[in-house]
C-alpha cells in the first residue's frame, strides 16, 4: 500500500506559478499510475493530469500547454508544474495513485489563484 503527501499549494497571482509535489512512501510510485485531480466546492472532482506506469501522458484540455506532470523515480515522488495559473485554476490539488481495483489517494494541496 502507497501513502501519498502532497505539498507546494498556496496563494499566487494569475499568471504566476506553482510546483505541486506528491511523495510516496511504502511502496514504489512508477508501478502505479499516478495522477493530479483537483475539487471545487459544488463541482465534480477534475482530472488534470496523468503518467501511466509506461510514462504515457494526459492533461485536461483546461491544462494543457500551461501545467506539466513528471515522475522522478529516484526521489519516488510526482510533480506539477502549474505555470500561467488562472483564477480558474483555484481548487484543492490531490494526486492519486491507481493500480487495477486499488487507488490511494493524498490529503489535497490547496492552490488560490487571486489578485
Known amino acids: 500500500q502507497v501513502q501519498l503527501v502532497e505539498s507546494g499549494g498556496g496563494l499566487v497571482r494569475p499568471g504566476g506559478s506553482l510546483r505541486l509535489s506528491c511523495a510516496a512512501s511504502g511502496s514504489i510510485l512508477s508501478i502505479y499510475h499516478t495522477g493530479w485531480y483537483r475539487q471545487v466546492p459544488g463541482k465534480v472532482r477534475e482530472l488534470v493530469a496523468r503518467v501511466t506506469r509506461g510514462g504515457v501522458l494526459f492533461y485536461a484540455d483546461s491544462v494543457l500547454g500551461r501545467f506539466t506532470i513528471s515522475r522522478d523515480d529516484a526521489k519516488n515522488t510526482v510533480y506539477l508544474e502549474m505555470n500561467s495559473l488562472k483564477q480558474e485554476d483555484t481548487a484543492v490539488y490531490c494526486c492519486?495513485?491507481?493500480?487495477?481495483?486499488?487507488?490511494?489517494w493524498g490529503q489535497g494541496t490547496r492552490v488560490t489563484v487571486s489578485s
Open positions: 492519486d495513485a491507481e493500480s487495477g481495483p486499488n487507488a490511494y
